[in-house]
């Protein structure tokens, strides 16, 4: 079992209320303020988490600029108040960000036993296929695209 220090306790706390607030207010057409507490509480969360220094060095690598900027840039329209277009950049950065974790959480997902066997579906296994194999991808309008 993994043990967690209280500040990595309190950080799951706050990335869960994050996500739950950031759902929520989508749930409910794009709420300004709940989009904005739960991009608070994400990136707090994240912080308490990992570490507020290795939360920058995530953030701020160079080959990650155009995704920081993308993901804040959305982080910063959606507190400005217009939150479509906020979560759209937000959702682009993510998917930028961490596209690099998705070929293993799709083989982490692949030995689960129920979400195994959903990924072998007939119009899911060529998605997950295509995102578990390579670590160049994008995902954009709901097509993948080669990120070259």
């Known amino acids: 079992m993994i043990s967690l220090t209280d500040s990595q306790k309190i950080g799951m706390g706050l990335t ?3 996500v739950f ?12 303020a709940l989009l904005a507490i739960g991009n608070i509480l994400f990136v ?3 912080s ?7 939360t920058f060095r995530f953030f701020f690598q160079r080959h990650k ?3 920081t900027g993308f993901f804040l840039g ?4 959606v507190l400005i108040g217009w939150p479509i277009v906020g979560v759209v950049l937000e959702v682009y950065g993510f998917f930028l960000l961490f596209r690099g974790f998705f070929p293993v959480a799709v083989g982490f997902i692949r030995r689960v036993p129920i979400l195994g066997s959903l990924l072998n579906l007939p119009g899911i296994s060529g998605l997950a296929d295509k995102v578990g194999e390579s670590n160049n991808m994008c995902f954009w309008s709901g097509v993948l695209l080669d990120d070259r």
């Open 65 to 67: 600029m155009k995704a």
């Open 44 to 46: 707090a969360g994240l």
């Open 16 to 18: 869960g209320f994050g």
């Open 48 to 54: 308490f988490v990992i570490g507020l220094e290795r």
């Open 74 to 77: 959305g982080v910063v329209v």
């Open 21 to 32: 607030f950031l759902f929520f207010g989508m749930v409910l057409f794009f709420d300004k």
